[in-house]
């Protein structure tokens, strides 16, 4: 059973995942992901979440561990997406007298993935603001839609004044994960949430307008202490203002030269007193912690290669994921290669242009093949407009 503790009446029962290879087929997880899950024993007792469905057997495990011969009169449904969602029908054949705690926009999406007897007169419907009584505890349920899909709401619990935040506060990595909170959450949030930080802002005010002491989230580690500092991150991050000073280099080189040209740029900021300097090969980097530290530093410089009339694609892809995911409010520099018709640099600044609250700084640099003296002066002329922007 899981060591993980809340409160003698709210349990963990939630399940780590240490195989999957990519979570939502795209993001990679070394230190794998969990997937959270809570009973509130009461009167009413009440299930937060099923979990997604490679964790099924272990969860009912923890359930049954948790429930005995119990048998929970609610099951609270925060978010569809299927890593949550997946067991709702199961326990809902297993259990024919549960309550299944929804807003309207959830009601209208259940039927989408599952085929529930008797769904609308099983169906509890809240909406902004309202509560519903357990017995000792009260639960309190916000809209939080778009955090990270239309239907999701977070449930603050007044009696000890937890907030089930859905997504909201998640990370990558098993509860077990021996690692930094902020890196693996950060990424987590710019990659999956972070197209959406109006909506996050807007959650975060009505959290403001709750007294919290415990933060459960869906994914991640339980938040009990220092809880301004993870809201803190959230306030930054939600806001697309840079989190920390430094200069990330993005690369798309085929035969290198691009690479060198970039690397050669790194050494040059450090020089010049740049206090960070993170240097990415796209074509041999995790796209997640690439947009990561793009979000994370104030400024970036994006170097690539001229390939079939266009950019070498690994560029397009990473301007591709930076446009979906809101990009903003950043210093841009730019360097182009091309053995004989340059046209990256073009192509990248109109994709730039396209964003918002983006500064092209400094020349466009272009190297026509191998980096040559005028290339060396070129990118020195970018890196001191890069550190006095
Ligand atoms: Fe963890 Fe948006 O599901």
Redesign the pocket.
């Known amino acids: 059973m899981s060591k993980v503790t809340i409160s003698d009446s709210v349990l963990y029962v939630g399940v780590d995942d240490k195989t999957l290879d990519l979570f939502e087929s795209q993001y990679i997880v070394p230190n794998g992901v969990s997937y959270n899950s809570y009973v509130i024993l009461d009167e009413k007792i009440t299930i937060m979440d099923t979990v997604d469905a490679r964790a099924t057997e272990p969860w009912l495990e923890n359930l049954a561990a948790v429930l005995g011969d119990n048998k929970p009169a609610y099951l609270v449904v925060s ?1 569809m ?1 299927p ?2 969602a997946a067991n709702i029908q199961k326990l809902a054949e297993m259990y024919p007298e549960m309550q299944i705690v929804v807003n309207a926009k959830t009601l209208a999406m259940l039927p989408q993935f599952f085929a529930i007897d008797n769904l609308k007169d099983r169906a509890v419907v809240v909406a902004e603001g309202d509560t519903l009584s357990l017995g000792s505890h009260t639960l309190q349920f916000f809209m939080a839609p778009m955090v ?2 239309p239907e ?1 709401m977070v449930t603050y619990e007044q009696a000890e004044k937890i907030l089930f935040s ?2 909201g506060f ?1 990370k990558f990595g098993a509860l077990d994960a021996d690692e930094d909170w902020a890196c693996e959450a950060r990424r987590y949030y710019m990659n ?1 949430v972070g197209k959406y930080g109006a909506q996050v802002q807007a959650l975060l005010k009505k959290a403001a307008t709750l007294d919290i002491q415990t933060i459960c989230p ?2 991640g580690p339980i938040l009990k202490e220092d809880l301004g500092y993870y809201i803190g991150k959230y306030q930054v991050w939600s806001s697309y203002e840079p989190e920390d000073e430094g200069v990330v280099i993005a690369y798309a080189s085929i035969h290198g030269n691009t690479g060198k040209a970039a690397k050669q740029l790194a050494e040059m900021l450090q020089q010049k007193g740049a206090k960070k300097v993170k240097v990415f090969d796209l074509s041999r980097s995790d796209m997640a912690e690439v947009i990561e530290d793009i979000y994370r530093y104030d400024k970036l410089v994006l170097a690539c290669a001229t390939y079939d009339g266009g950019m070498f694609p690994v560029m397009e892809d990473l301007l591709y994921h930076l446009k979906l995911k809101n990009f903003q409010n950043r210093k841009v520099g730019l360097v182009q290669n091309g053995s004989w018709g340059p046209i990256a640099g073009k192509q990248m600044a109109a994709q730039l242009e396209a964003m918002k609250k983006i500064e092209i700084v400094g020349p466009l640099v272009t190297i026509k093949s191998t980096v040559k003296p005028e290339t060396v002066a070129a990118l020195e002329q970018l890196a001191d407009a890069m550190i006095q922007a």
């Open positions: 978010h997406e890593d949550h990270h899909w999701v859905a997504d998640g999956i869906l994914h």
